[in-house]
C-alpha cells in the first residue's frame, strides 16, 4: 500500500509538475500521396501490353490536435486525423494479342477495345493515428519522428473511358485493401504564438507505409486476385506489395495549457 501511494504521489507530482504543458487543437494538411508497386509501373505485357501510368492527385486529411510537452525540449504529439488519401492513374490499351484481336478481356473478366484510354483514381478514407516524438529548440520551431496507423474505413475505384463497352465505373473496394497499414513519419513543424495560450501551427511531414496496403492496380483489379499471376502468359509476373508515400503541408490552432515556454 505504502509503495503503490507513493507511485500515485509521484505520477501526480510528474504531470503536474510546472515544466510541463499540455497542447490541444484541430490540423487541416493538404497531401500528396502515390501508392507505389512495382507491378503497376511494369503493367501487362504480352497479350494484353495495356499502360498503366501514375498521376497526381489531390488528397488532404484533418483531425484533432493532442501534445504533452514533456519539458522546453521534448514532446509527445498524437492525432485523430480523417483522411481521404487517392491515387490517380492514366491507362492506355493498345491491340491485344499484337493487333490480332481488337476487343480483350482482362483477368478480372473486364472487357476494354484496343486503342482506348482511361482515367482511373482510387481514394482510400483512413483514420490515421500518429505517435510523434518532438524534439523542440525552445524558439516554437520542432522536428519529430514517430509511428502511424491508418485505419481503412471504405475505399473506391471510380474510372471514365475515351472507347469501349462502357464510358465510366465506380467499384466499392474496400474488401480488398488490408484494414490497417502502419507507416513511419518524419516532422518539421513550428509553432507561432498568437497570444499568451494560443499558436498558430504550420507542419511539414514526411510518411512511408511500411505494411502491405493491398489494394487494387490502375485497372481496378484486385491484387489479390491469383489470376493475374497464373498461366503462361500471366498479366503480372508475381505478387508485389502495394506501399503509400506522401508529402503533407498543414495548419492548425493550438492552445496551450500549462508551462510558457
Do not use: C
Amino acid at each position: 500500500m505504502k509503495k503503490t501511494f507513493t507511485l500515485f504521489a509521484f505520477l501526480v507530482f510528474f504531470f503536474s509538475a510546472k515544466s510541463q504543458s499540455l497542447e490541444l487543437g484541430g490540423h487541416y494538411f493538404a497531401e500528396s500521396n502515390w501508392f507505389f508497386n512495382s507491378n503497376v509501373t511494369n503493367a501487362g505485357g504480352n497479350p494484353w501490353n495495356i499502360q498503366e501510368n501514375y498521376a497526381a492527385t489531390y488528397s488532404y486529411s484533418y483531425g484533432f490536435h493532442l501534445a504533452y510537452n514533456f519539458n522546453d525540449h521534448i514532446s509527445l504529439e498524437t492525432n485523430v486525423l480523417w483522411a481521404t488519401l487517392g491515387q490517380s492513374y492514366n491507362n492506355a490499351y493498345a491491340a491485344y494479342n499484337g493487333g490480332t484481336v481488337t476487343t480483350g478481356v482482362l483477368p478480372d473478366g473486364e472487357v476494354y477495345t484496343a486503342g482506348e484510354t482511361s482515367k482511373a483514381t482510387t481514394t482510400v478514407n483512413t483514420i490515421q493515428i500518429p505517435a510523434i516524438f518532438r524534439f523542440m529548440a525552445g524558439n516554437g520551431a520542432y522536428f519529430g519522428l514517430g509511428p502511424q496507423i491508418d485505419l481503412v474505413s471504405n475505399a473506391k475505384y471510380a474510372a471514365t473511358y475515351d472507347d469501349g463497352p462502357m464510358t465510366s465505373q465506380t467499384i466499392d473496394v474496400t474488401k480488398n485493401y488490408s484494414g490497417a497499414f502502419f507507416s513511419a513519419v518524419l516532422s518539421f513543424g513550428n509553432n507561432i504564438r498568437i497570444s499568451h495560450s494560443f499558436f498558430f501551427n504550420i507542419n511539414l511531414r514526411f510518411a512511408y507505409n511500411f505494411t502491405d496496403m493491398k489494394g487494387v492496380d490502375g485497372l481496378g483489379q484486385d491484387l489479390n486476385n491469383n489470376a493475374l499471376y497464373s498461366g503462361n502468359n500471366s498479366f503480372y509476373p508475381k505478387y508485389a506489395a502495394t506501399n503509400a508515400v506522401s508529402a503533407s503541408f498543414g495548419v492548425g490552432l493550438i492552445y496551450r495549457i500549462g508551462h510558457d515556454f
